[in-house]
């Protein structure tokens, strides 16, 4: 891989796509040491109009192109509608430009391996944004998992919850899973060999809003997602369950987001064969409270300036993705139409600037 940009100049960055998460990655690469955000770009003039004035300084456009015609661009941050990442980051590495696409890297395995060639090909960077991955909660959690203090992992779990906004092009797997499918595949550091996944379409006809996921991996590791925007509870949490204690991190604590309990069961030496339960000491380590998206785009600029693989680049992306298709696989030939669906008219998504 090769740099855009020389070690003494900063990196020049657009962001396109303006919607929900754009408008925090352009903040963040707008403040961060060593890079010059230079373009924002969204085909939508209410988006654009909403964005702009916070960045006074910055070229706003409607159309990819005109970012892609810039010579002196380094990098583009794609965080347009999901069916658009593969075809935005194939644009953008084809202009030579390191390339940020926010998660999933696309919505097939054959995308998503063509964007990896066309990264490979042109020798640009190119990093999928798996959020939590660079989470100091999540990062502790795999340090602890990875030290060996919890033992043998045994299995893991994740619960990703909420009331939250019903969705017509997406269901809960694919919306709210990426995110924990990501965080499952770091903690594990392999990919799963068995996958089933099981869910329900209560409020629109064909679009999950609870699914359930079971995951098999080859050392022996389990683990279990539970996905729903039709909950009372929010929640974002994962749970990590080894021979000697155990473990959790909990996004929706103030405080205390990773706990370490000394909780399991020893062998009674007095009677063979028996065990007997142990509760002992709970402890929580100290976690940075750095934003995670601003460690993210400090991790981008620095792969840039390295010229190294980002810790969730092509490899990661497509390993997702692979998860979510075959979990997807797994949903459709166990699905049925909810008899309580409720039909909604199709709420078709934003206009991207593609």
């Known amino acids: 891989m090769t740099s ?33 955000l230079r373009w924002i770009c969204d085909g939508s003039e209410a988006a654009r109009e909403g964005v702009a004035p916070q960045f006074p300084r910055v070229a706003v456009s409607a159309e990819l192109d005109e970012l892609l015609a810039d010579p002196d661009l380094d990098a583009v941050v794609c965080s347009t509608p999901v069916p658009t990442h593969a075809e935005v980051a194939l644009r953008v590495l084809a202009a030579g430009k390191h390339c940020f696409v926010e998660k999933p890297l696309a919505q097939s395995v054959a995308a998503a391996e063509e964007v990896a060639a066309a990264a490979r090909a042109s020798g640009r960077v190119l990093m999928v944004g798996h959020l939590l991955e660079y989470h100091p909660g999540v990062e502790k959690l795999k340090q602890i998992a990875d030290s060996g203090d ?5 299995y893991l779990y994740s619960n ?10 997406e269901n809960a797997l694919w919306s709210l899973g990426a995110h ?9 550091g392999e990919e799963p060999a068995e996958l089933e996944a099981f869910g329900e379409s209560y409020m629109r006809h064909g679009v999950e809003d609870v699914v359930f996921c079971h995951l098999r991996f080859p050392s022996g590791l389990s683990a279990h997602l539970h996905l729903s925007w039709l909950d009372p509870h929010k929640e974002r949490r994962f749970t990590v369950v080894g021979s000697k204690r155990m473990a959790t991190f909990d996004d929706m604590a103030l405080e205390q987001k990773v706990t370490v309990y000394d909780k399991g069961f020893d062998q009674d030496f007095a009677s063979y ?21 601003r460690i993210e785009c400090r991790h981008f600029l620095d792969c840039l300036r390295d010229g190294r693989e980002p810790r969730s680049g092509a490899g990661s992306g497509v390993a997702v993705v692979r998860v979510l298709e075959e979990l997807e696989r797994s949903l459709r030939a166990r699905s049925r139409e909810g008899p309580r669906a409720v039909a909604h008219p199709e709420t078709p998504p934003r206009a991207a600037a593609v």
């Open 4 to 36: 855009g940009a020389p070690a003494d100049s900063p990196i020049r960055i657009g962001v396109v796509g303006l919607g929900y998460w754009g408008p925090n990655l352009a903040r963040n690469l707008d403040r961060l040491p060593g890079a010059e």
């Open 150 to 154: 919890l033992g043998e992992l045994f």
């Open 180 to 188: 924990d499918v990501s965080v499952v595949l770091a903690l594990a």
């Open 273 to 293: 064969g028996e065990y007997i339960a142990r509760s002992g000491d709970v402890w929580s380590p100290r976690i940075s409270n750095e934003e995670p998206l």
């Open 160 to 169: 990703r919850l909420n009331l939250g906004k019903l969705r017509a092009d």
